[in-house]
């Protein structure tokens, strides 16, 4: 016969553990999602061969946020984008406003874009605004203003519309992505080549009410938004996997978050139907993460940011860049005339840039990765490998380029001394932060040992926890 006390006894601790680990597990999570289309005809962002505004739109760009509270009250807040870049500028002035408005910490919040070529022009600088004739440098600055107003309203929005949640973790696989570096007699040139790296894991985040009813999808893909080139507004393939996922579960919200694409394209490409099917392929293989069995994650979050200082070569002197501002090719030309500027204007040219590099871990069973910049494969293969415990035991790993700071294409070592546009030839083309040349070879070991850093600091504060 059970007494009363031996029950209490026997079986309160467990009632008491049962208590303690769905508490551990109680997430909450909210979520927020606006247009940011622009409603008028606007010059477009990419590339650089275009020569006319906006004609019209497929469909809508969006900025999409996801808040998520632990069970201690710490937070996180993931902001994704269907737009080209996530300027310094953009991110710096949102932190400052979310800071200000929410108490958000700078760890707290993530920036990520979608890169998509197809939508407008994010002019933030003196140098990306130079030369604009009026009307454009009018409808630049203004979207700009609008942007920043409807960022700041999908955090607050998100950070609202918290309530209890469930959170897992799941991943499956896509196969439009191939590596575009092929070597040729006269260097690496943007073709497909089957025989490079790539990345074709599709990482999701799934958020689920505590019945079990699916909320929210946030997922990801290392390949270039660039199937199309036309003149519409369009979130190309990541647009469209987003669409497919929402259409399919009505009330979602999907979010994209670029992963290490920097030398990836989708193939084939240049048709609306292409992008259309790869994001179907995409959104396919994210309704089948989800048909898999879900890792749930506990409500434990940890988030750090840092900045890595990358350095670049040697700086071209005044003469070298008096010779290539006689340059026929008019963007050589371009560049080192505004190199010129900067050298006259600041004294010197930069020799050094720090970007923003962040971790975010869910307990022991995920750590998400945000990179910097146009960031090549090579950093996500690395990070997977060298993160990973290869058992199984250890946490899941995500790595997600393009996120904070969008300054430049981010070589890997092996990259850069291939050479190619990758490697620095792009950067004559970029503005938001006017550089002169490529980085030296430190420059994925300076990305990597601050990632290490970070997580370590991490694992040590759970640790004293």
């Not at 200082?309 to 005339?337: F, G, I, M, W």
Request: glycine residues 6%.
């Amino acid at each position: 016969m059970i007494t009363f006390r031996h029950f209490v006894t026997c079986c309160l601790p467990l009632f008491l553990t049962i208590s303690v680990t769905a508490q551990e597990n109680l997430w909450k999570a909210g979520v927020a999602s606006e247009i940011v289309t622009p409603s008028h005809p606007m010059w477009m962002a990419g590339y650089a061969s275009r020569n006319k505004p906006s004609e019209g739109k497929t469909h809508d760009l969006f900025v999409k946020a996801v808040a998520l509270q632990s069970a201690d009250g710490s937070r996180m807040v993931f902001v994704t984008s269907d737009l080209i870049s996530v300027p310094r500028p953009i991110r710096d002035t949102l932190e400052k406003q979310v800071a200000e408005k929410f108490g958000l910490l700078p760890e707290e919040l993530m920036i990520n874009c979608s890169h998509t070529h197809c939508g407008p022009e994010i002019r933030t600088t003196r140098w990306s605004l130079d030369g604009l004739p009026p009307e454009r440098l009018q409808l630049a600055t203004e979207y700009v203003d609008f942007l920043q107003r409807t960022l700041l309203k999908v955090v607050g929005d998100a950070l609202a519309d918290t309530s209890p949640a469930k959170v897992s973790y799941c991943r499956a696989r896509c196969g439009f992505a191939m590596n575009r570096r092929t070597p040729s007699p006269t260097g690496f040139r943007n073709f497909p080549n089957p025989d490079g790296p790539v990345d074709h894991d599709v990482p999701v985040l799934r958020i689920d009410t505590p019945e079990g009813k699916l909320r929210a999808v946030m997922f990801g893909y290392a390949c270039h938004n660039t199937t199309l080139s036309f003149y519409n507004f369009c979130g190309d393939y990541a647009g469209f996997a987003q669409q497919y996922l929402e259409d399919a579960h009505p009330g979602v919200t999907a979010l994209f978050v670029l992963g290490c694409g920097g030398d990836q394209n989708p193939y084939p490409r240049r048709t609306l139907p292409l992008a259309e099917q790869h994001g179907r392929s995409l959104s396919n293989a994210v309704e089948t993460a989800l048909e898999t069995k879900a890792k749930p994650l506990p409500a434990q979050i940890q988030s750090a940011i840092d900045m890595a200082t990358v350095e670049y070569q040697r700086p071209p002197s005044r003469e070298e860049l008096l010779q290539r501002a006689k340059s026929t090719n008019k963007y050589d030309q371009l560049h080192a005339e505004r190199l010129l500027k900067q050298l006259e204007t600041e004294g010197q040219l930069r020799q050094q840039y720090k970007c923003p590099v962040q971790v975010i871990r869910f307990g022991n069973d995920l750590t998400l990765i945000a990179l910097p910049g146009e960031t090549v494969v090579d950093y996500s293969l690395r990070l997977k490998n060298e993160l990973s415990t290869g058992d199984g035991s250890g946490p899941s790993v995500w790595v997600a380029g393009y996120s904070n700071d969008v300054f430049a294409y981010v070589p890997s070592r092996r990259v850069l001394l291939e050479g190619g546009y990758e490697a620095g030839g792009a950067m004559r083309y970029m503005t938001t932060v006017l550089q002169h040349g490529p980085f030296t070879p430190t420059v994925e070991e300076r990305i990597v040992s601050k990632v290490h850093e970070l997580n370590r600091k991490l694992a040590s504060e759970r640790t004293v926890r």
